[in-house]
């Protein structure tokens, strides 16, 4: 059994938007202020991010874990990258922490964060890694639990998705190639991204997300990276299908 908890659920400006008018920036609602996307997935003593963000600091406070075990990245932008330099509370506790990504992924860090990703002439108080390259094409273990690697095309570029038993993480989602919806089958829950009522070009909006619910027909979904031009939380909600959701910050829940 899992535990997943929703550290962010809004796109890459997060929710508000700085100096944003518009009624849902400003909206009173709780579950209508969205940090950047990211996933805390916990089994047994095990406690692993999905992601890791310009918000990551402020999520773990809000969310505290004892210990992190490692980051699954889907891809390299900055709204699920920027927070490395936060995981050094743990570095200090534990040592090293594993990264999980493909190869592209290790290649952008290498840039960005080079005084992390780099263990010659270490900086002193620098966290240092361990690094598991994956691809979509294999299988890989994490604590002896078989992880399903799912390909998604976020525009042009390669995203990973994330199944853990039957429970699959797919953010950044615009296309899925055919074969990977058969990695997809009898899920419990999906984690899928949607974006915004209008379309977008790298994204799916609600009714692209809703009509890729209808294609996997897991016994549950939640829409997740979500973005202020969706509309109000409680609103859309209210008019989603039975057994489909919008996630929230701090929100837990459980999958087999």
Known sequence: MFKITFLGTGTSQGIPIIGCKHPVCLSKN????RLRVSILISWKSFNYVID????FRQQLLKNPIPNLNGILFTHEHADHTAGLDDIRPFFFRQGKIKFIANQEVFDALDKRF???MNDQNKYPGAPSVLRT??????????EKLKITP????HYQLEVMGYRFGNFAYLTDVKTIEDEEFEKLNSLD???????RIEPHP????LEEALAMVERIQPKKTYFTHISHLL???DEVEANLPKNVHLAFDNLQITSS
């Open 231 to 233: 509309g109000f939380h």
């Open 30 to 33: 709780p579950k209508d202020k």
């Open 133 to 142: 390259v994956i691809d979509y094409k294999h299988d890989f273990t994490l």
């Open 114 to 116: 080079s005084y992390i």
């Open 202 to 205: 790298s994204h799916l909006n």
């Open 52 to 55: 890791c963000g310009p918000d």
């Open 150 to 153: 799912i390909k998604i095309m």
């Open 189 to 195: 829950v999906l984690v899928l991204s949607a974006l």
